[in-house]
Nanobody, 125 residues
C-alpha cells in the first residue's frame, strides 16, 4: 500500500505562487508514475500534470502549461508541483496520485491507483 500526503496549499493573490508537495509512505514510489489532479466545486476532477518514474516525461494540461512545473525527488519519495502566475481559475482541491503502471504516463484519473486526501488552493483576484 502507498499513502500519499499533500501539503503546501493555501490562500494566495492572483499572480502569486505556491509549491505543493506530495510525500509518499508505505513503499517507495520511485518506479511509479505520479500525477497531480484538481477538482473545483461543482466540477469534475481534472488532470493538471504528471511525471514518469524517471522524470523524463512530464505532460501538462493546456491550462497550466508554462506556469506549473512538476518534479520529483525519488530519494525523498516526494513529488512537487511548483505553481507560478496563479489565477483565480486555479482555485481547487489539488490531489496527488500514484500509478503503479510505470510503462505509460497517464492523464486519466481512472488509471491511478493511490490518492492523497487533497490540499486546498485558493487564488483571490
Amino acid at each position: 500500500q502507498v499513502q500519499l500526503v499533500e501539503s503546501g496549499g493555501g490562500l494566495v493573490l492572483a499572480g502569486g505562487f505556491l509549491r505543493l508537495s506530495c510525500a509518499a509512505s508505505g513503499r517507495t514510489v520511485s518506479r511509479f508514475n505520479m500525477g497531480w489532479f484538481r477538482q473545483a466545486p461543482g466540477k469534475e476532477r481534472e488532470f493538471v500534470a504528471a511525471i514518469s518514474w524517471s522524470g523524463r516525461n512530464t505532460p501538462y494540461s493546456d491550462s497550466v502549461k508554462g506556469r506549473f512545473t512538476i518534479s520529483r525527488d525519488n530519494a525523498k519519495n516526494t513529488v512537487y508541483l511548483q505553481m507560478n502566475l496563479l489565477k483565480p481559475e486555479d482555485t481547487a482541491v489539488y490531489y496527488c496520485a500514484a500509478d503503479a503502471n510505470f510503462l505509460t504516463v497517464s492523464t486519466l484519473h481512472s488509471e491511478y491507483d493511490y490518492w492523497g486526501q487533497g490540499t486546498q488552493v485558493t487564488v483571490s483576484s
